[in-house]
């Protein structure tokens, strides 16, 4: 795949005043995912790599990976991604609260 073939085309075209937000909003998203994409595939990766995927100067990656709580070791050029934490929220519908409890009772009785 061509990631960074994605950002030449967002950059490389001269986008008329309508779609601009459009493409802006397309490509922070995809920024985002491709972050992610990161942050699932890869326990350490090279500067080089992650500006590519990125779409930025490294200096820009840099600071963008950095600010997310990754590591840099200097010497090798290599980030330890920082593996966020999965926070799962758990949603009870009282509706099915109700129909538990009732379950219940019926197998207790």
Same mark, same amino acid.
């Given at each position: 795949?061509?990631?960074?073939?994605?950002?030449?085309?967002?950059?490389?075209?001269?986008?008329?005043?309508?779609?601009?937000?459009?493409?802006?909003?397309? %490509? @922070?998203? =995809?920024?985002?995912?491709?972050?992610?994409?990161?942050?699932?595939?890869?326990?350490?990766?090279?500067?080089?790599?992650?500006? #590519?995927?990125?779409?930025?100067?490294?200096?820009?990656?840099?600071? =963008?990976?950095?600010? @997310?709580?990754?590591?840099?070791? %200097?010497?090798?050029?290599?980030?330890?991604?920082?593996?966020? %934490?999965?926070?799962?929220?758990?949603? #009870?519908?009282? %509706?099915?609260?109700?129909?538990?409890? @009732? =379950?219940?009772?019926?197998?207790?009785?």
């Amino acid at each position: 795949r061509d990631y960074a073939g994605v950002y030449e085309a967002m950059r490389g075209f001269n986008w008329g005043p309508q779609t601009q937000p459009i493409v802006a909003a397309f %490509s @922070e998203n =995809y920024t985002k995912k491709m972050f992610q994409l990161l942050l699932d595939a890869y326990s350490t990766i090279s500067v080089q790599d992650t500006a #590519l995927f990125l779409g930025m100067s490294e200096d820009d990656a840099t600071k =963008y990976v950095l600010h @997310e709580g990754w590591v840099l070791d %200097s010497a090798s050029r290599m980030f330890t991604v920082k593996k966020q %934490s999965i926070v799962a929220e758990q949603k #009870l519908d009282p %509706s099915k609260l109700q129909r538990l409890t @009732e =379950y219940v009772f019926q197998l207790e009785h």
